[in-house]
C-alpha cells in the first residue's frame, strides 16, 4: 500500500514545486526587463524606470540602510533623491507599508556609505570589504520608520517587499548572496543599534 502511494506523493510534492518554478523564472525575466514592469508581490513606484540593464552600472554589491525618519519618509526622500542623485541617499527606498520606491536611474551613483571603513571583524569578515565594497560599486536600499526609536526593526510589510526585491536586484545585477552587507557590518555606524543587520541576515537565511 504504501509503495503504491508513493508516485501520488511524488506528483503532489512536484504540484506544489511546479508553481515556485514558474513564478521564479517570471521574475528572472521580469528583473532583466526594461521600463516600469509590474512584480508580483511588490508595490513599486518608478520615479526612474529601468533602462537596457547592460547600460546600467556594473553593480557588485547590495548594501542595506536604515533611515531614522518617520514612517512615511520614504516617498520624500525618494522623492529629493529623484531630483538630485548624488546627493546623501540611496537608489531603492522602501516605505514602512513595503511601497518600494525606484529613485534613480540605475546609471547614476547616489552618496551612500561611509568608504567601507570598517575593519574590525566585528559582524563578518571585513578583509573582503574593508575599503572595497563602496558606493561607486554598491547598490543602496533604504527602509524608513525606525523612528523615534533607533532600534525598532522593519515592519512586516518592509521584511515580505525585502524578501522579493532582494531576489529582484541580485538577479538582475547577478549579485552573489554573499555580497549583500548590512551598513553596519562594512561601516562603523551609530552604536545604538545594528543598521540593516536584521534585514541583511535574512537575505542570506532565505538563500537562493
Not at 508516485?7 to 503532489?12: E, G, H, I, S, T
Not at 518617520?70 to 526622500?77: C, I, K, L, N
Not at 532600534?151 to 541580485?170: C, M, S
Request: a neutral charge; proline letters at 5%.
Amino acid at each position: 500500500m504504501m509503495i503504491a502511494r508513493l508516485p501520488a506523493v511524488a506528483l503532489a510534492a512536484l504540484l506544489l514545486i511546479a508553481p515556485a518554478t514558474a513564478e521564479d523564472a517570471e521574475l528572472a525575466k521580469l528583473a532583466r526587463a526594461s521600463g516600469s514592469p509590474e512584480i508580483a508581490g511588490l508595490k513599486m513606484v518608478w520615479l526612474a524606470p529601468w533602462g537596457d540593464v547592460r547600460n546600467a552600472r556594473p553593480w557588485r554589491n547590495i548594501i542595506v540602510h536604515q533611515t531614522e525618519g518617520p514612517a512615511g519618509s520614504a516617498r520624500g526622500g525618494a522623492a529629493e533623491q529623484a531630483k538630485n542623485p548624488a546627493r546623501r541617499g540611496v537608489t531603492v527606498w522602501v516605505e514602512t507599508d513595503g511601497t518600494v520606491y525606484w529613485a534613480v536611474a540605475e546609471n547614476l551613483v547616489p552618496t551612500h556609505g561611509d568608504g567601507a571603513n570598517r575593519n574590525d571583524n566585528k559582524y563578518i569578515d571585513n578583509g573582503a570589504t574593508y575599503r572595497q565594497v563602496v558606493r561607486d560599486n554598491s547598490i543602496g536600499v533604504e527602509f524608513a520608520g525606525n523612528y523615534p526609536d533607533v532600534a525598532a526593526g522593519p515592519t512586516e510589510a518592509q521584511v515580505a517587499a525585502w524578501k522579493i526585491l532582494v531576489k529582484v536586484l541580485r538577479t538582475r545585477y547577478d549579485i552573489p548572496l554573499d555580497r549583500v552587507y548590512a551598513h553596519n557590518w562594512i561601516d562603523y555606524k551609530d552604536a545604538r543599534y545594528c543598521e540593516g543587520c536584521w534585514l541583511a541576515t535574512l537575505a542570506r537565511m532565505w538563500g537562493e
